[in-house]
T-cell receptor, first 116, second 113 residues
Framework: DAGITQSPRYKITETGRQVTLMCHQT?????MFWYRQDLGHGLRLIYY???????DKGEVPDGYVVSRSKTENFPLTLESATRSQTSVYFC???????????????FGPGTRLTVL | DAKTTQPPSMDCAEGRAANLPCNHS???????VYWYRQIHSQGPQYIIH???NNETNEMASLIITEDRKSSTLILPHATLRDTAVYYCIVRVAENNAGNMLTFGGGTRLMVKP
């Protein structure tokens, strides 16, 4: 089905382990984003990407790594997971510069990550 | 981005119109009003946006006052599936991906049978 998907939907891991969250979109959107959502903080931007091979830090990038070798995929890696990274992670995408006046982001279903 | 103020919660009877207000008294001329919602355990969902004129799409209507200091999202025939947190966001629509969407507290809409 067309859209934006995330995997896994639920993940439990241990402190210190490496975890990769996957995000895939079928619209060929230029921009992709990773947010985390925690109680009391709302949505916070971790990293974003304007195109393949172009990524940049958001508000809370520490402890995370991203890559974007293909337009449709934007994986997020926690290199050494910590308990403070327990959260719900949302991936989003939007169209590129040609439609920049319409700042509409489309969100995936989220990944609920628990770090023990 | 301009600050927005929304009531923390509202109830609505199923089948009736849900009118969700948003105050944005410091909005500037080039800022759009966007509405998103988040149904429990799902990602945020775009609903509608506008600049000056009232807007309508298949999901909702957006009424923006003439002075643009407030707006109302209208769900014309609310269903139980419309139960969600609704976020009003005011921001400049520009090609700056680093200008992240900022979701405030929103309004928790409960649609009741």
């Amino acid at each position: 089905d067309a859209g934006i998907t995330q995997s896994p939907r639920y993940k439990i891991t241990e402190t210190g382990r490496q975890v990769t969250l996957m995000c895939h979109q079928t619209w060929s959107h230029s921009y992709m984003f990773w947010y985390r959502q925690d109680l009391g903080h709302g949505l916070r931007l971790i990293y974003y990407s304007a195109a393949a091979d172009i990524t940049d830090k958001g508000e809370v990038p520490d402890g995370y790594v991203v890559s974007r070798s293909k337009t449709e995929n934007f994986p997020l890696t926690l290199e050494s997971a910590t308990r403070s990274q327990t959260s719900v992670y949302f991936c989003a995408s939007r169209e590129g510069a040609a439609s920049a006046r319409i700042d509409t982001q489309y969100f995936g279903p989220g990944t609920r990550l628990t770090v023990l | 981005d301009a600050k927005t103020t929304q009531p923390p919660s509202m109830d609505c009877a199923e089948g009736r119109a849900a009118n969700l207000p948003c105050n944005h008294s410091t909005i500037s001329g080039n800022e759009y009003v966007y509405w998103y919602r988040q149904i429990h355990s799902q990602g945020p969902q775009y609903i509608i946006h506008g600049l000056k004129n009232n807007e309508t799409n298949e999901m909702a209507s957006l009424i923006i006052t003439e002075d643009r200091k407030s707006s109302t999202l209208i769900l014309p025939h609310a269903t139980l599936r419309d139960t969600a947190v609704y976020y009003c966001i005011v921001r400049v629509a520009e090609n700056n991906a680093g200008n992240m969407l900022t979701f405030g507290g929103g309004t928790r809409l409960m649609v009741k049978p």
